[in-house]
């Protein structure tokens, strides 16, 4: 049975992007009379704000997203973010790493998905552990891995390029984990068929699908859905006038009018769906 998700990040509250992002996760799994899961991504300790899942629950409700089951919280599966780390430290695969970001921003010469890759300081010296974050050894498991596929609903069959991301963080110093293998790990643990997610995390899933190989976890299909962004190609943000879901709910508007309108892409004045982002500040 097919198994979705919508997994908002609890640092801000949601806005109509977010909106989009959950009424695609609950149709899909509707229409083919799967399950909708709702995973609150709590582990970003410095951003995460206590009572905002609160208002995420009262969002989805009020868009008629009825959710499967409880609601799931990071916060709990420290322990299995940490077995995990370990059992890729006993594979040879992670390293410790104290690099400072000026430091790093000092040495990069490649840029990545996510920003600057890594150019391996770290890898191969006799780095303390005590209190470091610890990095994947990404050549070493590639070759581990060896060649993998994985399928994105709508782009087709994709052949898996993590290398682009370079030695990526999986634990941190701050949080259990890192948004590539919490990530990873959950939509495993909570038996995802269909990762449903915006086109912005596209070359996440190589790293997703390169941790699964390793891990021995099941391959999901992906579905990898267009944006909201604004007339200048930006992705709708809280911090540029993009109004809450909750202020909208408390102001008295239909949710689930709203809800019908993103399903049949009527979107408010200047805003469209695009298959990618501009991400400068
Ligand atoms: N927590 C992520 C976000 O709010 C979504 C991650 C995912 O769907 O894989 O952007």
């Given amino acids: 049975m097919i198994r979705t998700r ?19 996760a609950h149709d899909l799994a509707r229409a083919r009379g799967g399950r909708f899961l709702l995973r609150i991504e709590d582990i ?33 599966r420290s322990a299995a973010y940490a077995a995990a780390g370990e059992r890729l430290k006993a594979m040879g695969l992670l390293y410790p790493c104290r690099c400072t970001r000026a430091e790093i921003a000092a040495s990069v010469t490649a840029e990545g998905p996510d920003g600057p890759v890594y150019p391996g300081t770290c890898r191969g010296r006799n ?16 070759a581990a891995a060896g060649p993998l596929e994985w399928i994105d609903e ?30 990873t790990l959950d939509d495993a643990a909570d038996g995802i068929t269909l990762v449903t997610r915006g086109a912005d995390l596209f070359a996440a899933s190589h790293v997703h699908r390169l941790l699964q190989a390793l891990l021995g976890l099941p391959v999901p ?8 962004v604004e007339a200048d190609g930006r992705k709708l943000a809280k911090r540029r006038g993009a109004p809450s879901l909750a202020d909208r709910r408390h102001a008295g508007e239909d949710g689930t009018a709203l809800a019908e309108a993103l399903r049949r892409h009527r979107f408010p004045a200047g805003i469209t769906l695009a298959e990618s982002v501009d991400v400068s500040p």
């Fill in 6 to 24: 919508f997994a908002p990040s609890p640092n801000g509250p949601l806005h109509l992007g977010h909106a989009y992002a959950a009424v695609v």
């Fill in 44 to 76: 970003d300790g410095a951003r995460s704000r206590p009572g905002l899942a609160a208002e995420f629950l009262a969002d989805l409700a009020w868009l008629g997203l009825r959710r499967d089951g409880e609601a799931v919280f990071q916060s709990a």
């Fill in 127 to 142: 780095v303390d552990p005590a209190g470091a974050a610890w990095r994947l050894d990404m050549a070493q498991a590639i």
């Fill in 154 to 183: 709508r782009a087709g069959a994709q052949r898996a390029t993590p290398g682009i991301f370079g030695d990526v963080v999986l634990l941190r110093k701050e949080a259990p984990a890192s948004y590539h293998l919490a990530a």
């Fill in 221 to 228: 299909v992906w579905h990898h859905h267009g944006l909201l």
